[in-house]
């Protein structure tokens, strides 16, 4: 058995457990952000030209999967499921040698998602080339229009989501969501397509932990672009990385110019003066402040970096991350009882709610209570 504190124990190697848990409200949340289900491929018994005109947007979400499914799978040795994709050029040949309007329209589709420049092309020039019929929003997948983008804000700052508005040649519309996590970095965790305007989602939005406004086309393409960027995703959703190519489709036809996420924790600096009044007040009081301040400055300045603001997320972020090793043992092993007395006297000042306050407190004792913890001072 390990001579550690149980404290230091469960900081250390509980790290699986947390992220096993997170996986799992992760997918919560995503059912319950859904608000309408993309579209299932088209059944055996359909055509997939009579299924696409009924449901362009989901066809669409089908062959971002295709595309991304082919791409290298660096996780694809501890993988249960095996992944099976497309051989895009023999598709492309087939086409050549026999054109017809429903490979047309699947051309139309990867001509547009693929990110292979030179296999881009060779799917654009053949479909140039191609005299058949084609539904109004296949032939004109070149000029969709991406018209409106939304912050849908957390009260806590841990997330955002980007709604995205577009609309088809024929005029069908959808929403992209993508849902960006700002705790290590600004990192997309989730993505989806909600076939609907993005005007019927703003109506029926009405959570008071929330805000919604709209934002600029550049910004936005800015916070989501720098995001894609990252090589590897460490959390998979029903919908993401699937979606990732409609994403970058999507955003690809957006302004550039615009300005990312801005880190919160830019603006507070040190955080010396809150600090300053949390050890005068009777909650820190307790607490030597010759020892302590350093580490509430190093726990401001974590996730987010809003010292004001602290999700359950965030508190288990803190917990399992290594950037309080500085620290001494005795220091360390009171970094809940700190964070226990610190969260509501920041949320008091920040006016965040109770419930909320009580769920980063709870977060606290998914690791260990704090209590009877030798607290100098």
Known sequence: MSGLPRSVRVMSHGR????????????????KRRVDAVPEPPPDDVSPLSFAMENPWGLLMFASEKVEAAKPDPVANWRLDKRTSLDFGHLL???????????????????????????????????????????????????????RAVRHSHVLGDFDELWIGARLADGREATCVVRMEHLEDSEIVDADLWVDAIDIHLRRSSNADFTTMDMSLADARA???RSLQQKFVFRETATWPGCRPLV???VGHLPEGGDGYQWSGSAWGSGRALGDEFFGCEAGARFDRRDHLLLLTDLMQSGTGDPL????????????????HDHSLKVLLEVPALLRAFIPFAHQRSGIRDGLTAEALTA??????????????
């Open 223 to 225: 916070w989501i672009e």
């Open 248 to 250: 970058r489709w999507l």
């Open 93 to 147: 040949q087939n086409f050549r040698n026999a054109p017809n309007s429903e490979s047309a329209m699947l051309v139309a589709l990867f001509s547009e998602l693929l990110d292979d420049e030179a296999l881009q092309q060779r799917y654009r020039s053949a479909l140039d080339a191609y005299n058949g019929p084609l539904p109004l929003w296949a032939a004109g997948l070149r000029e969709v229009e991406v018209h």
């Open 309 to 324: 603001r602290w999700s359950a997320r965030r508190v288990e972020h803190v917990l399992e991350s290594s950037t309080l």
């Open 16 to 31: 699986r457990n947390r992220k096993m848990k997170q996986a799992r409200r992760d997918a919560l949340r995503a059912k």
């Open 364 to 377: 606290l004792d998914g690791s260990q209570t704090g209590d009877g913890l030798r607290v100098a001072g």
